[in-house]
């Protein structure tokens, strides 16, 4: 089993920054991939970001290019998203998720990939 709890949100201004943290424990050693997720009120979970904890290879959402940046502490099996010029669309509660079985690239954005998911934590972006 694996436990992923995340930290770092907030409520912050439009143009603000915020840094999540998950921190992964348990079962970490397969690691395959870790991502974020997001889910506003009434809308469906969409993707964020993801990592390829081996490679460090990242993606993204359109939405976030250039503005978000995802990372891996290996030591600490920790992965964080620094979040640039916020928007009040940003606002959401945000999920780190991790699998542990090797995903093909189109499925990195897709929540099935993903076997462990956080409670998820609050941002609160205002205009």
């Known amino acids: 089993q694996v436990q992923l709890v995340e930290s770092g949100g907030g409520l912050v201004q439009a143009g603000g920054s915020l840094r999540l943290s998950c921190a992964a424990s348990?079962?970490?050693?397969?690691?395959?991939?870790m991502g974020w997720f997001r889910q506003a009120p009434g809308k469906e979970r969409e993707f964020v970001a993801a990592?390829?904890?081996?490679?460090?290879?990242?993606y993204y959402a359109d939405s976030v290019k250039g503005r978000f940046s995802i990372s891996r502490d290996n030591a600490q099996n920790t992965v964080n998203l620094q979040m640039n010029n916020l928007k009040p669309e940003d606002t959401a509660v945000y999920s780190c998720?991790?699998?542990?079985?090797?995903?093909?690239?189109?499925?990195?954005?897709?929540?099935?990939?993903?076997?462990?998911w956080g409670q998820g934590t609050q941002v609160t972006v205002s205009s």
């Open positions: 998720a991790l699998t542990g079985r090797i995903i093909g690239r189109t499925n990195y954005g897709t929540t099935r990939a993903y076997d462990y």
């Open positions: 348990g079962r970490t050693f397969s690691t395959y991939a």
């Open positions: 990592i390829i904890w081996s490679l460090g290879s990242t």
